[in-house]
């Protein structure tokens, strides 16, 4: 099982994001521990080991460490700001 990593900053910024979503998103991310690799995820190009997955409008950007079992939250934001 992984641990997941979410830096303060990112958890500030969920605060702007409507509940709908808001539920959505932590059950994604709580379910990143059990498997980092889920079902729809895809490998960004730029980075070695960053991923991505989606909820509605939004993406999470993660980075997995397979050596030590972790998983970090890099950004959770809107579709057409993530990526800036």
Known sequence: MYKVRVNKQILKSLDKIPIY???????????L????????????ADSENAYRIRVGVYRIIYSIADDVLIVEIVKIDHRRSVYK
Do not use: D, Q, T, W
Request: proline share 9%; no cysteine; hydrophobic share 40%.
């Open 21 to 31: 979503y808001l539920l959505r998103i932590k059950e994604a991310v709580n379910h």
């Open 33 to 44: 521990a059990e498997n980092p690799r889920p079902f729809g995820s895809v490998k960004l």
